[in-house]
Nanobody
Framework: QVQLEESGGGKVQAGGSLTLSCTAS????????VGWFRQPPGKEREFVSR????????RYVDSVKGRFTISRDNAKSTVYLQMNSLQPGDTAVYSC??????????????WGQGTQVTVSS
């Protein structure tokens, strides 16, 4: 298993940028695909992005394409989510999740506690 911890959240004005980090502790971080999710106030949790075990495959929800970039550094056991051109609609609690499965349809087994991102106009 792995333990996940998010960091890098905060408050920014519209048009600004933040980079979130998801750092893992445990065995063989490179065995896990990692996804980012967010939950805006009063709304359901939604998928944001996913990166494969090696970082070769990346996917984004349409609403963040061209603005967000997911990456990973397995030597540091960390996955990043670079967020540019932030908008008030991006305000949410952002969480990372990990899975040993290479199939996105199988979901995720491990979750972090989340970090707050607030974007003001």
């Amino acid at each position: 298993q792995v333990q996940l911890e998010e960091s890098g959240g905060g408050k920014v004005q519209a048009g600004g940028s933040l980079t979130l980090s998801c750092t893992a502790s445990g065995r063989a971080f490179s065995n896990y695909a990692v996804g980012w999710f967010r939950q805006p106030p009063g709304k359901e949790r939604e998928f944001v992005s996913r990166i494969s075990r090696t970082g070769n495959i990346k996917r984004y929800v349409d609403s963040v394409k061209g603005r967000f970039t997911i990456s990973r550094d397995n030597a540091k056991s960390t996955v990043y989510l670079q967020m540019n051109s932030l908008q008030p609609g991006d305000t949410a609690v952002y969480s990372c999740a990990a899975t040993l499965s290479s199939q996105e349809s199988r979901g995720y087994e491990y979750w972090g506690q989340g970090t707050q991102v607030t974007v003001s106009s």
